[in-house]
C-alpha cells in the first residue's frame, strides 16, 4: 500500500471557507452482519429534498449535493458496542431509532471548462435516496452535461445512480475508478465469497464496467484536470481513492469514506461494516488525520451531516470534526 502523498495536503485553506453559499433548504433532523435489505429502510420513492451548499476555491465552483440518507444500524461499527454508539450518537444529534444517520453527500467540480461529479449516489437503493438528479436538475444541469464522475469506490452508495436502470445514466462522462476496486468487485470468487449485504455493490460494478466504454481503470494518484488530483486513501476498500481540487492558493480534499459519523475522527480503532480491510482502513486513518488537523486541511466528507465539510482538529490532545465556518457569498 503506497504512503499518503504529501500533495494531498499542500495549498489547504487555513482559515474560513472562502466564500460559501448555502442554497435551498436544510435536511431535517463483534456486530452482527444480517442481509442488508432487512436492516435499512428502502426507499419506494425518491428522496424530494434538494439542498446545495457552494464554495469557491480558487477558479473553481463546488457545489454539495444530496442523494438523500440512511440510518445505519448501531452494532455496524466494530471496535464499539452498539450501545457506545448509540450513546454517542445521541451526543452529536445524529441518533434516529434505527440508527446512526448517514448522509450521501456527492460533490460536483465546475471551472467553466468540466463539470466533474464526485460519485453517483445510491439512488434508492439503501434508505432514502434517489434526489442526486432533481439536485443536479435544481442547478440547471442534466446528467449527460457532466464530463467525468469519480467514483472514490465500488459500495453501492457510491455507484448506484450510475446504472440506475440498467441504464448509463451519464452517458457523456468520462468514468475514473481505481484499478484495484474495479478488480476486486469485479472478481467472481470474491463475490462468490462475500457476505449478502455486499452482493448488491458486486452487481452494480459489473453493470459499471458492462455500461460504461469511457470507464477509466487508473492506478495510483493523477491529475484529472488542470487542479483536480486523485489521491490514494486505500484501506476502506482496496481502491478508495479521494479528490484534491486546488486552485490559487486554496485546496479542498473529499475523503469519501475515510470519515464516519460518531466515531470518526476520535478513534481510528472503529470501523465501518462494509470496510474491506479493517487493518489497512486504520493505519490510513492513522495517518491521514494527524497529518489533516496539523495542515488545517479543508475536507469534503461524504456521510458527515450535510454539506459534509469541516477539519480535523486536535483539541486537549484528542481529535475531532470540526464544522467549518460559513460565510454569505456576496
Same mark, same amino acid.
Given at each position: 500500500?503506497?504512503?499518503?502523498?504529501?500533495? =494531498?495536503?499542500?495549498? =489547504?485553506?487555513?482559515?474560513?471557507?472562502?466564500?460559501?453559499?448555502?442554497?435551498?433548504?436544510?435536511?431535517?433532523?463483534? +456486530?452482527?452482519?444480517?442481509?442488508?435489505?432487512?436492516?435499512?429502510?428502502?426507499?419506494?420513492? $425518491?428522496?424530494?429534498?434538494?439542498?446545495?451548499?457552494?464554495?469557491?476555491?480558487?477558479?473553481?465552483?463546488?457545489? +454539495?449535493?444530496?442523494?438523500?440518507?440512511?440510518?445505519? $444500524?448501531?452494532?455496524?461499527?466494530?471496535?464499539?458496542? =452498539?450501545?457506545?454508539?448509540?450513546?454517542?450518537?445521541?451526543?452529536?444529534?445524529?441518533?434516529? #431509532?434505527?440508527?446512526?444517520?448517514?448522509?450521501?453527500?456527492?460533490? &460536483?467540480?465546475?471551472?467553466?471548462?468540466?463539470?466533474?461529479?464526485?460519485?453517483?449516489?445510491?439512488?434508492?437503493?439503501?434508505?432514502?435516496?434517489?434526489?442526486?438528479?432533481?439536485?443536479?436538475?435544481?442547478?440547471?444541469?442534466?446528467?449527460?452535461?457532466?464530463?467525468?464522475?469519480?467514483?472514490?469506490?465500488?459500495?453501492?452508495?457510491?455507484?448506484?445512480?450510475?446504472?440506475?436502470?440498467?441504464?448509463?445514466?451519464?452517458?457523456?462522462?468520462?468514468?475514473?475508478?481505481?484499478?484495484?476496486? %474495479?478488480?476486486?468487485?469485479?472478481?467472481?470468487?470474491?463475490?462468490?465469497? =462475500?457476505?449478502?449485504?455486499?452482493?448488491?455493490?458486486?452487481?452494480?460494478?459489473?453493470?459499471?464496467?458492462?455500461?460504461? #466504454?469511457?470507464?477509466? +481503470?487508473?492506478?495510483?494518484?493523477?491529475?484529472?484536470?488542470?487542479?483536480?488530483?486523485?489521491?490514494?486513501?486505500?484501506?476502506?476498500? $482496496?481502491?478508495?481513492?479521494?479528490?484534491?481540487?486546488?486552485?490559487?492558493?486554496?485546496?479542498?480534499?473529499?475523503?469519501?469514506?475515510?470519515?464516519?459519523?460518531?466515531?470518526?475522527?476520535?478513534?481510528?480503532?472503529?470501523?465501518? &461494516?462494509?470496510?474491506?480491510?479493517?487493518?489497512?482502513?486504520?493505519?490510513?486513518?492513522?495517518?491521514?488525520?494527524?497529518?489533516?488537523?496539523?495542515?488545517?486541511?479543508?475536507?469534503?466528507?461524504?456521510?458527515? #451531516?450535510? $454539506?459534509?465539510?469541516?477539519? %480535523? %482538529?486536535?483539541?486537549?490532545?484528542?481529535?475531532?470534526?470540526?464544522?467549518?465556518?460559513?460565510?454569505?457569498?456576496?
Amino acid at each position: 500500500m503506497s504512503q499518503l502523498s504529501r500533495r =494531498a495536503f499542500v495549498g =489547504a485553506l487555513p482559515l474560513g471557507l472562502g466564500g460559501v453559499s448555502l442554497l435551498g433548504g436544510g435536511l431535517i433532523g463483534g +456486530a452482527s452482519t444480517p442481509a442488508l435489505a432487512a436492516t435499512h429502510e428502502v426507499a419506494k420513492t $425518491p428522496a424530494t429534498f434538494t439542498p446545495l451548499a457552494q464554495i469557491r476555491i480558487g477558479r473553481f465552483t463546488v457545489t +454539495a449535493l444530496t442523494d438523500g440518507y440512511a440510518d445505519m $444500524p448501531y452494532d455496524y461499527f466494530p471496535g464499539r458496542t =452498539a450501545a457506545e454508539v448509540e450513546q454517542a450518537a445521541v451526543a452529536q444529534f445524529t441518533a434516529r #431509532p434505527s440508527g446512526v444517520r448517514f448522509l450521501f453527500n456527492q460533490y &460536483l467540480i465546475e471551472d467553466g471548462a468540466h463539470r466533474i461529479l464526485i460519485d453517483a449516489g445510491a439512488a434508492g437503493s439503501i434508505g432514502q435516496t434517489g434526489a442526486l438528479p432533481q439536485a443536479l436538475g435544481t442547478l440547471g444541469v442534466q446528467p449527460d452535461q457532466i464530463d467525468a464522475v469519480i467514483v472514490t469506490h465500488m459500495h453501492q452508495d457510491h455507484m448506484g445512480g450510475l446504472v440506475l436502470g440498467g441504464k448509463n445514466n451519464y452517458p457523456e462522462a468520462e468514468l475514473y475508478i481505481d484499478r484495484r476496486d %474495479v478488480k476486486h468487485w469485479t472478481d467472481p470468487a470474491k463475490r462468490s465469497g =462475500a457476505a449478502d449485504y455486499l452482493q448488491t455493490s458486486f452487481q452494480m460494478a459489473e453493470e459499471v464496467v458492462r455500461l460504461y #466504454p469511457k470507464l477509466q +481503470a487508473i492506478d495510483g494518484e493523477r491529475e484529472i484536470v488542470p487542479g483536480v488530483f486523485i489521491v490514494d486513501l486505500t484501506g476502506h476498500t $482496496p481502491g478508495h481513492i479521494g479528490v484534491r481540487v486546488e486552485d490559487g492558493g486554496q485546496s479542498l480534499i473529499m475523503v469519501s469514506d475515510m470519515l464516519f459519523p460518531v466515531v470518526h475522527p476520535g478513534a481510528t480503532d472503529v470501523f465501518f &461494516l462494509f470496510e474491506q480491510d479493517p487493518v489497512a482502513a486504520k493505519a490510513m486513518r492513522d495517518r491521514f488525520f494527524p497529518r489533516a488537523a496539523s495542515e488545517g486541511a479543508l475536507i469534503a466528507a461524504t456521510h458527515m #451531516p450535510f $454539506p459534509g465539510l469541516g477539519r %480535523v %482538529v486536535a483539541d486537549r490532545g484528542q481529535l475531532r470534526w470540526q464544522v467549518a465556518d460559513w460565510a454569505l457569498q456576496n
